[in-house]
């Protein structure tokens, strides 16, 4: 690789390196953004447009592909029975059954807009964002895929004595309320997603269990937390160690 003769080309340079094996230092010329490099394109009028270097690592540009992250999935002790919202004759645009926040997907990112809908008063977002245990807040309502693996508690006995025994409420095997809203169905249908009974939609007014939960994402490989641990609010369902793409 070819030493530029600029600070900021050498960072560019081995960006992209990193990305497609190349160093293309031949195609930049300053002044370089790092805003720029992370999310492509050209937000400062510098004249140059730069391809995105990856999307996954935008909250920590520093993670380029190949270093592993820790995903670990969290979710309450306790639960409660509530209606989906009390907005029920109106779509909420934009929700996804995905997981993973980096990637504008999953429960943290479909908790705000059904929170945030015209008339929303009440609803199982807004008391999982609302809640807190042992000093942890910000808990979301997961989406269809969040809380199916939650889901898969119910059938295991360890998790479930753990549960109880620190005073909380078992994993029940019937629907509990997601926060994705499948599009192809009424306005007044929600997802619900149960160890016994599948996923589906079910109407918004029903009343069905909530369990918040917590999608936790850690920007380098930790083994602190196993699943069964009770830590951070609650109890751990699920790790990931993935590499950032």
Not at 13 to 20: D, K, M, T, V
Not at 88 to 108: E, F, I, R, S
Not at 153 to 161: C, E, R
Request: hydrophobic share 35%; proline share 5%.
């Amino acid at each position: 690789m070819a030493v530029p003769t600029s600070g900021v080309l050498t960072i560019q340079g081995l960006a992209q390196e990193a990305l497609y094996g190349t160093y293309g230092s031949g195609t930049v010329t300053p002044p370089i953004h790092i805003f720029d490099m992370v999310n492509g394109g050209n937000s400062h009028g510098s004249g140059n447009s730069y391809p995105l270097v990856n999307q996954d690592c935008l909250p920590n540009p520093v993670n380029l592909p190949g270093i592993l992250r820790t995903v670990v999935f969290v979710a309450a002790l306790t639960e409660s029975s509530l209606q989906w919202s009390n907005v029920q004759d109106a779509y909420v645009l934009g929700t996804n059954n995905g997981w993973d926040n980096l990637n504008g997907t999953g429960g943290l990112y479909n908790t705000p807009l059904i929170i945030n809908q015209a008339g929303e008063t009440s609803s199982a977002a807004s008391y999982c964002n609302s809640f807190t245990s042992g000093g942890y807040s910000d808990w979301i309502l997961g989406s269809s895929t969040e809380v199916g693996w939650m889901n898969d508690i119910y059938n295991q006995s360890a998790l479930q004595s753990t549960i109880t025994g620190a005073g909380g409420t078992a994993v029940g095997g019937t629907g509990y309320w997601t926060s994705y809203q499948d599009g192809s169905g009424s306005p007044a249908w929600a997802n619900s997603s149960g160890y016994l009974t599948g996923g589906g939609n079910a109407a918004k007014s029903s009343y069905k269990p909530v369990r918040p939960q917590k999608t936790i994402q850690f920007s380098t490989p930790t083994i602190q937390y196993q699943v069964g641990d009770l830590a951070l609010g609650g109890i751990v369902f699920k790790v990931f160690q993935l590499n950032w793409i």
